[in-house]
């Protein structure tokens, strides 16, 4: 029982969850307002802090988790091919900047998006300013889940091909920088969600005027 | 010789204020009366004498004698009344304190008698409107007291009614003089007032109810019922667009009903609130009478559903000097939308329906001038087939939009989690050198 936890944790957690959406379910069609059950409705009265908000997170999280596994990956594989052939730990290093990178990326996203963060009256407001509004906060979390995204996976692919590099250069030196181009064009994966995620910030307007 | 004399000033004393307490003794108060008459604290006077004494004074129009049901001398000392002695002196003229007068209640009958006519006011209605001709005495009961705990909070809330009935007397009318006693004497023999607060204080806990609480409303006509039902009193805000404050009507009148209820065929409906003789509240500097209210609500239903469609308001009000009019105002009713058979049903405050925006030439401007709030309402307009409201369909559904964002938001962070326990659930211990037969590996630490 202790060794197989992990599928007793996600069973049980699964388990709950569709017992829970099974009841609540039948309790709103039972008692006749089935209709209530309306994804419409959660769309149009979700506030647009919470859709903006999550971009955010998005937008930085995701983005480390990929430097975070990139680097997981490429790092260990330089330390234990630098075990036998110490000459290649400099030169790898590049692979575990390119992982960094993408998390900057994130970083930049989020802190251009959180200023953009601002409050405004629904009751004062005209009808114009809410649609800008709730436009904003639809955008920010487009933006912010593209950028994290995308940074998320492309932080994974560098990992692994600057893991795959650091071992081959402890093998045979040539074959380094050859393994580099693929980094780079693993790398600018990253650049293409940093430039479509800016594109959709650009035309965000939140707030009162 | 000494302990004589003692004895006998006791009795007599006893006596006294025996005679004191039978003869029920109440303290009156006048305020605005220019008058020299100065009164014998020592001795009570009767109500003849009383109006003997300030009859010349009382030379005015109008007379607002406010009576209540218990007061004493006791009452006047605390800051219990602090609200009406502040209105006493703003007035111009001085005013007039007799602290023991008996058979108050004949007040009214003796100044009938000195030539006045006397008005029993009930309720706002019956107050005078216009300038008043010729002398009358207008006598305005005032709600109980009763002894214990409550009894301070009571004498603040009328000291307060008299306040505000006096300052509408006073707008309206050119002089007016104030009278304010009771019919009792609230420090009666003591151990008859401490039986009586140990019988009130067991009864009554709560403090004084409100008056207009679960009111029940209904239409019956040969197409249908409709049924309406307010748990407190709606309230009309209503703000004049150079203000920034709200001045707040609670409607706490019953309205008189009418409309037409309509089977779903002819799918459109009327429902009419017509309000008349409302009660004044607000903070104190916006102060104003609202003498005219209606509000009507179209209804209509549609493919199994009922909808109220809009909601228009004719008023008449005055805030501070200021009087508006409005005429078939529309105003924008929030999204009532209810499968018919079942009832609109709304518990918290909420705006029912309000003056959002009008569209001025080529711009919209945003203004709120009228808001509709109720506080509790239920509302069924169609398909009544018992004799009671249909299954409530809530303002407010069992997942609000609030708990969905939360419960979406708690189940990212739960999937992180799960991620993580299963990250921890792949770590492994380095086993390669591992071998419970052979040497243990010992390594020598060296200094």
Redesign the interface.
Same mark, same amino acid.
Request: glycine letters at 4%.
């Given at each position: 029982m202790a060794a197989r &936890? $992990?599928e007793t &944790?996600?069973y049980s957690?699964g388990g709950l969850?569709v017992a829970a959406v099974v009841v609540?379910g039948l &309790? &709103?069609i039972l !008692?006749?307002?089935g209709? $209530?059950i309306d994804i419409g409705?959660?769309l149009e +009265?979700? !506030?647009p802090y919470?859709w903006a908000t +999550?971009g955010i997170a998005f937008a930085v999280s995701l983005s480390v988790i990929g430097a975070a596994l990139g680097i997981y990956t490429t790092g260990s594989s330089i330390i234990g091919g630098g075990v036998k052939a110490p000459r290649i730990k400099t030169k790898n290093l590049i692979s575990v900047i390119f992982c960094e990178a993408v998390a900057i990326y994130g970083l930049i996203i989020a802190i251009v998006l959180a200023g953009m963060l601002d409050k405004y009256d629904p009751?004062?407001?005209?009808p114009e300013k809410v649609a800008l509004n709730y436009f904003s906060g639809f955008a920010m979390f487009g933006s912010g889940l593209t950028v994290g995204l995308v940074n998320l996976f492309c932080g994974i692919s560098v990992g692994i091909v600057g893991s795959g590099a650091a071992l081959a250069d402890a093998a045979n030196p040539s074959l380094f920088v050859k393994i580099l181009i693929v980094e780079i064009f693993g790398s600018a994966v990253g650049l293409f969600g940093l430039i479509v995620g800016i594109l959709m910030s650009s035309r965000i307007k939140m707030g009162d005027i | 010789m000494i302990p004589l004399t003692g004895i006998i000033s006791l009795v007599v004393f006893t006596l006294f204020s025996g005679v004191l307490c039978f003869e029920n003794n109440v303290p009156v108060y006048m305020w605005n009366i220019d008058t020299d008459a100065v009164v014998n604290p020592l001795h009570s006077l009767n109500a003849e004498e009383l109006v003997g004494k300030v009859s010349l004074s009382l030379e005015r129009k109008l007379v607002a004698l406010f009576m209540q049901d218990e007061l004493s001398v006791d009452d006047f000392k605390s800051n219990d009344l602090s609200a009406l002695k502040s209105l006493a002196e703003m007035e111009n003229d001085g005013t007039f304190y007799a602290p023991s007068v008996t058979k108050t209640t004949k007040l009214p009958e003796v100044l009938e008698a000195a030539g006045y006519s006397v008005v029993y006011v009930k309720s706002h209605q019956d107050l005078p409107t216009s300038p008043v001709v010729g002398k009358t005495v207008l006598v305005i009961d005032l709600p109980a007291t009763q002894l214990g705990d409550l009894r301070k909070e009571n004498l603040q809330l009328n000291s307060n009614a008299i306040t505000e009935i006096y300052e509408i007397l006073k707008s309206q009318q050119s002089d007016v003089v104030g009278i304010f006693t009771a019919k009792k004497n609230s420090q009666l023999q003591l151990d008859e007032s401490r039986r009586r607060i140990a019988r009130s204080a067991a009864a009554k806990s709560a403090p004084r109810e409100e008056t207009y609480v679960d009111k029940f409303y209904n239409i019956t006509q040969d197409s249908g019922k409709l049924f309406l039902f307010f748990e407190k009193a709606p309230i009309l805000k209503i703000k004049d667009e150079n203000k920034t404050e709200w001045a707040n009507f609670t409607l706490n009148v019953d309205p008189d009903i009418t409309g037409t209820v309509v089977n779903e065929t002819s799918k459109t409906g009327v429902l009419v609130l017509t309000y008349k003789g409302l009660v004044p509240s607000g903070p104190k500097n916006d102060s104003g009478f609202l003498t005219k209210a209606k509000i009507s609500f179209r209804l209509s239903t549609k493919r199994g559903y009922w909808y109220i469609n809009e909601t228009t308001i004719d008023f008449d009000v005055k805030i501070n000097d200021a009087t508006f009019v409005e005429n078939d105002l529309v105003l924008v009713t929030t999204d009532v939308s209810t499968p018919l058979g079942r009832s609109w049903h709304c518990t918290p405050k909420s705006r029912l329906a309000s003056y959002g925006y009008y569209f001025n030439g080529t711009i919209v401007k945003y203004t709120n001038k009228v808001i509709l709030e109720t506080d509790g309402f239920q509302l069924q307009p169609f398909k009544v087939s018992k004799e009671k409201f249909g299954d409530g369909y809530d303002c407010v559904g069992f997942f609000t939009e609030g708990i969905w964002a939360a419960i979406i938001l708690g189940l990212i962070i739960a999937m992180m989690l799960a991620w993580a326990i299963s990250m921890l659930a792949d770590v492994r211990t380095p086993d390669r050198y591992d071998d419970p037969k052979g040497k243990t590996i010992t390594i020598t630490a060296t200094e």
């Open positions: &936890y $992990r &944790y996600i957690f969850l609540f &309790y &709103y !008692t006749g307002q209709e $209530r409705w959660f +009265t979700i !506030t919470m +999550t009751l004062k407001a005209s | -």
